[in-house]
């Protein structure tokens, strides 16, 4: 079963404004990532934070990470309507061995209305 | 870099032909991964490999699929004989992983867009 759990579900939002999305995740994690993918289209990268990390900044995003609760959340700043897609998240377990798997969540389908 | 290749990028069938996706990971990628994708399961990991060794492939539906990794360039996901529920896209996806500490940031392919009629 997948670990993340992310919510909302669905996020509608104006241009301009900030998107939030949360993902929780069960087990101890070695790293989390954040993925984007737009309709029709495979999962891009955007953004990795550490387990010993709380918080990471790449352009208009913004992660942080409470171990403690086991939670993340992806800030998206000013948005466009070009950040229209759906949002994962994705744990690494933390184990002795890596055979590269991913643990992805649900997903949030964010919209930008211009 | 031209990413992780998948073909063909749609297929349209019958109810009962075989099916056969391909894929190529990115050059240097020592780890693959087949996922399907639909409305209503969304994400599902179906089978991934490790140096060419399926590690694990409890995703897969049922027998009629079944996934191969000749080498270290080419990966193929089969369906025998195909129905209507498969229909979905399938995604390939390659990471380089290391070691306990690799990041195992995945690189997907653009997908395959299944039809079985």
């Known amino acids: 079963s997948q670990q993340g759990e992310e919510d909302p579900q669905a996020l509608s939002i104006q241009e301009g404004e900030n998107a939030t999305m949360n993902c929780s995740y069960k087990?101890?994690?070695?790293?989390l990532q954040w993925y984007r993918q737009n309709s029709g289209r495979g999962l891009v990268h955007l953004i990795l934070?550490?387990?010993?990390?709380r918080e990471k900044h790449s352009g208009r995003l913004r992660v942080t990470l409470d171990t403690s609760k086991k939670s993340s959340s992806l800030l998206i700043t000013a948005s466009r309507a070009a950040d229209t897609a759906s949002y994962f998240c994705?744990?690494?377990?933390?184990?002795?061995?890596?055979?590269?798997?991913?643990?992805f969540g649900q997903g949030t389908t964010l919209q930008v209305k211009p | 870099d031209a990413g992780v290749i998948q073909s063909p990028r749609h297929e349209v069938t019958e109810m009962g032909q075989e099916v056969t996706l391909r894929c190529k990971p990115i050059?240097?990628?020592?780890?693959l991964f087949w996922y399907r994708q639909t409305m209503m399961r969304g994400l599902e990991l179906l089978i991934y490999?490790?140096?060419?060794?399926?590690?694990?492939d409890s995703g897969m539906p049922e027998d009629r699929f079944s996934a191969k990794m000749p080498n270290a360039s080419f990966s193929t996901l089969k369906i025998q004989p195909s129905e209507p529920r498969d229909s979905a896209v399938y995604f390939c996806?390659?990471?380089?992983?290391?070691?306990?500490?690799?990041?195992?940031?995945?690189?997907f392919g653009p997908g395959t867009r299944l039809t079985v009629l």
């Open positions: 996806a390659s990471s380089r992983t290391r070691d306990r500490n690799s990041y195992n940031e995945q690189f």
């Open positions: 087990t101890s994690i070695n790293n």
């Open positions: 934070i550490r387990s010993n990390e």
């Open positions: 994705a744990t690494v377990p933390r184990g002795s061995s890596n055979t590269g798997k991913l643990i």
């Open positions: 050059s240097g990628h020592n780890s």
């Open positions: 490999f490790n140096n060419n060794v399926p590690i694990d």
